[in-house]
């Protein structure tokens, strides 16, 4: 699986937008992009999913360059208990694959 | 519906002892996934059942290391003779099959906490 980078640490002011890069240049055409966060002492969350075209769900918006070769995480607005470690993942099938987590980005959402 | 769920919650042993943590997966998912995050580390992967097929082991991390899933449910993971090292959290996820063609997201419980003294 492609190797994913991703900031360490992003503030973010609670009611705001909060903007996750990744960026994962390596990627191949049959790699999805994946998130996932981990609010501190619980297992990690699903959040969202995309191959090329942006995504949206209840949670956020994954937005992917047309070279796909970086994605956003958008939380259209950001709350406390938004503050969490968000992980960007690449995947590739076979669907029941393993997850390679990298350090992730530690979000601080402040009020 | 309940989500995955694991026990113990915390487990706290002497070095040299056997442990058993049990994972019980979401109902329907054939795949179940184990993984540790140690303190000040990330997520690392340990073993993953799907169905039928022999078990992916190649992220345990020594032969102290086990895990079966019995009638294609709930699974154990077994440590031998634990270390220090072996200190971290322990947790499962599990999903629908997927396959060639599509990816399920993972679901994963609170895990449990291991401290070997």
């Known amino acids: 699986d492609a190797k994913t980078t991703q900031p360490p640490s992003m503030d973010c002011a609670e009611g705001r937008a909060a903007n996750l890069p990744c960026n994962h240049s390596?990627?191949?055409?049959?790699?999805?992009v994946y998130w996932y966060r981990q609010i501190h002492s619980q297992g990690p969350q699903y959040i969202i999913h995309?191959?090329?075209n942006n995504e949206t769900n209840e949670m956020a918006s994954l937005i992917i360059t047309e070279d796909r070769k970086s994605s956003t995480l958008i939380l259209p607005h950001a709350t406390l208990r938004d503050t969490a470690v968000y992980y960007c993942?690449?995947?590739?099938?076979?669907?029941?694959?393993?997850?390679?987590f990298g350090a992730g980005t530690r979000l601080a959402v402040h009020p | 519906g309940a989500g995955v769920s694991q026990s113990p919650s915390n487990k706290v042993t002497e070095k040299g002892k056997d442990v058993e943590l049990r994972c019980d997966p979401i109902?329907?998912?054939?795949?179940l996934y184990w993984y540790r995050q140690s303190l000040g580390q990330g997520l690392e992967f340990l073993i993953y059942?799907?169905?039928?097929?022999?078990?992916?082991k190649s992220g345990l991390p020594s032969d102290r290391f086990s895990a079966e899933r019995t009638g294609g449910s709930v699974s154990t993971l077994t440590i031998q003779r634990t270390q220090q090292e072996d200190s971290a959290v322990y947790l499962c996820?599990?999903?629908?099959?997927?396959?060639?063609?599509?990816?399920?997201?993972?679901?994963f419980g609170p895990g449990t906490r291991l401290t070997v003294t």
């Open positions: 993942i690449v995947r590739s099938l076979p669907g029941y694959n393993k997850l390679i």
């Open positions: 390596t990627i191949s055409g049959n790699e999805y």
């Open positions: 059942f799907q169905g039928n097929s022999a078990p992916d």
């Open positions: 995309g191959l090329k």
């Open positions: 996820a599990s999903s629908l099959a997927g396959g060639n063609s599509i990816i399920y997201e993972q679901y």
């Open positions: 109902s329907g998912h054939t795949a």
